[in-house]
């Protein structure tokens, strides 16, 4: 008796809920294709569909001096490169030269930095730094870009992509709940 080989898109229950996380409980009130294309996405995650591994990786760093870590998790902990990702394939498609021009140009100005410097991301923290603030200071139009997608992929609802672990949300006190009931706040409990 030969047993079947599962399909491409066929996961355990235990698999998905692994990949899904903490934020499967809220998925379980959408459709179930809807729910398997989100379980997929975060099975996959650890590759790119729309930056390059080097873009990546340079924005990635880039996000990271944006929100950094300190004692509270920050944009790399979040995984806010996967909502970039992500959102290069969706509602931001029509910015991806944005965003790999963007990566040149951080590449650029860390050779500029940095005799000899391949990268943006193989900077110094300091230098990083230095190289951000110029292109904040030059107005260059992928500064706003870098800034926004990094706090909406911070603070974003994990399903697309950023927040991993829910890390913006528990950092600005935000408590996600399925459903709520009153009393909402201290104005209910106190009237």
Known sequence: MTTPSPSPLSISRRGFFAAAGSAAAAWLAFESRDVLAAGM?????????????????????????????????????????YF??????????????VWAKGAQELRTRAARRKTGAKSFAALQAADRIAVIASLEKDKHPFFDALRGATIAGMFANPEYGGNQGKAGWKLIGFDDRFSWAAPFGWYDRNV
């Open 41 to 81: 996405h975060a099975v996959h995650a650890q590759r790119f569909d729309h930056l390059s591994p080097a873009d990546a990786v340079d924005i990635e760093a880039a996000c990271a001096e944006i929100i950094p870590t300190d004692d509270t998790p920050g944009a790399r902990e979040a995984k806010v490169v």
């Open 84 to 97: 970039i990702d992500k959102a290069l394939g969706t509602f931001a498609k029509d910015q991806r030269d």
